[in-house]
């Protein structure tokens, strides 16, 4: 079992920037692709961008293309969320996620992530 651990969420204007950092624990984290959700209040949870396990495949939202960046240092165990020009409706529960299964040739889909972080709260001021 992976233990996941988020940080790097806090308040920021409208137009501002924050990245989020995941720092993975209990397995192989280079082998597994990687993903962050969010959850606004009242909604559901929504896959925002994911990773594969050799950073060959990357999945974004349509509403966060262009503005926000997964990556991934195997070295330091650690998936990266870089968010710019943030807008007020990225407000949100932000959670790292891990793959069930490992090495996957494409970017899992929402439904096939296994493990999760106790998440990070991105509010967004307009």
């Known amino acids: 079992q992976v233990q996941l651990v988020e940080s790097g969420g806090g308040l920021v204007q409208a137009g501002g920037s924050l990245r989020l950092s995941c720092e993975a624990s209990?397995?192989?984290?280079?082998?597994?692709?990687m993903g962050w959700f969010r959850q606004a209040p009242g909604e559901e949870r929504v896959l925002v961008a994911a990773?594969?396990?050799?950073?060959?495949?990357?999945y974004y939202l349509d509403s966060v293309k262009g503005r926000f960046t997964i990556s991934r240092d195997n070295a330091k165990n650690t998936v990266y969320l870089q968010m710019n020009s943030l807008k007020p409706e990225d407000t949100a529960v932000y959670y790292c996620?891990?793959?069930?299964?490992?090495?996957?040739?494409?970017?899992?889909?929402?439904?096939?992530?296994?493990?999760w972080g106790q998440g990070t709260q991105v509010t967004v001021s307009s």
């Open positions: 996620a891990a793959d069930r299964l490992s090495y996957r040739t494409v970017v899992p889909g929402p439904g096939l992530f296994g493990s």
């Open positions: 209990g397995r192989t984290f280079s082998s597994y692709a």
């Open positions: 990773i594969s396990w050799s950073s060959s495949n990357t």
